[in-house]
């Protein structure tokens, strides 16, 4: 669902592609109230976009520094942190603005674990909730990814303000089963936090409309157009059965700001039960259309059966 995400609500895809595929260990500044790597300087108020200041040559070992160390509770390994990102390119000459939450005025939330680099997990570890953390990923911290890609990723500067946490999820849907489905669509639940099976494969002519059945009705908060929402879900095209997406497969829920994604999400979702399950039949025009995306082809009617497990 990341693909389409908007350029500025797309931050944490810069994130990541900077730190993709490095376990390269820190280099750590010493903690202050508003200072920074060499070349970069941080000030402004916690709580509020950041004014950055990059001058010099493009470091070239990835570093962090806490700016302030904040007084709430300490992030944890191998959870998520809800944060505002304020990110540069720092190549020397324009030190190219790219994108904050501060102004998508979205949070991002990120997990805590082994895709981030050792970088980010160490100064993850010097901070609480109401702080600060400038990170600088250098080239050691793209080494990997533009052996993959045969282009070096820019030096990129990082402010990272820590909000908060966000609440702990369900693990799959849970309340009762409705017995309601979509025709041509068979998904089967076998109970407990075991994936549904989504079957697609169908002589049925795909809906022309946005098409939005629960599954199992949740109890929880409903959904709003303004959540961030944490769901597992899997994605198949209408007639074909063919698999293009899920979060089961990868093993752990997805995390995305409800208004960064398709329409059919956004229109489909909004008013859903916490705990529900759904399953939706999204046309290309509230889909991707006629653009081809990776493993979707142009034109496609998706199909996706979704579990609500937060939002926020």
């Known amino acids: 669902m990341r693909r389409a995400l908007a350029v500025l609500a797309a931050v944490p895809l810069i994130f990541f592609a900077a730190a ?26 916690l709580g509020a976009k950041p004014t950055v200041t990059i001058s010099g040559a ?8 806490v700016i302030a160390p904040g007084t709430g509770p300490a992030v944890k390994s191998g959870g998520q942190v809800i944060v505002n990102l304020t990110v540069y390119n720092w190549d020397g000459k324009q030190n190219a603005f790219q994108g904050s939450s501060y102004d998508t005025k979205q949070p991002e939330t990120i997990p805590v674990n082994e895709q981030l680099p050792q970088v980010l997990r160490d100064g993850f570890t010097k901070v609480k909730h109401g702080g600060r953390l400038l990170a600088v990923m ?37 309340g009762k089963e409705t017995g309601d489905s979509i025709k041509g669509v068979k998904v089967v639940s076998p109970g407990g936090d075991k994936a549904p099976t989504l079957t697609t494969k169908t002589s049925e002519k795909a809906p022309k409309e946005l098409v939005v059945k629960t599954l199992v009705q949740g109890t929880g908060q409903k959904v709003q157009a303004a959540n961030t929402l944490t769901v597992h879900y899997t994605g198949k095209i209408w007639g074909t059965d063919k698999e293009f997406d899920s979060s089961w497969s990868k093993g752990q ?35 991707y259309g006629a653009q081809a995306q990776q493993n979707i082809p142009a034109n496609s009617t998706l199909v996706f059966v979704v579990d609500v497990l937060s939002a926020y």
Do not use: H
Request: proline content about 10%; overall charge neutral.
């Open 253 to 287: 829920p997805a995390s995305f700001p409800l208004s960064g994604v398709i329409q059919g999400w956004q229109k489909g979702l909004v008013g859903v039960p916490v705990g529900s399950r759904v399953v939706m039949s999204i046309p290309p025009d509230l889909g």
């Open 138 to 174: 250098a080239s050691d911290s793209t080494q990997q990814q533009a052996q993959a890609t045969q282009a070096a990723q820019p030096t990129k500067v990082f402010v990272i303000d820590v909000v908060g946490a966000p609440p702990e999820p369900l693990k799959a849907a849970t």
């Open 20 to 45: 993709c595929g490095s376990d390269t260990a820190a280099t750590s500044g010493s903690p202050g109230a508003g200072g920074g790597a060499t070349g970069v300087k941080v000030t402004g108020n």
């Open 58 to 65: 493009p470091a070239t070992k990835s570093s962090y520094q």
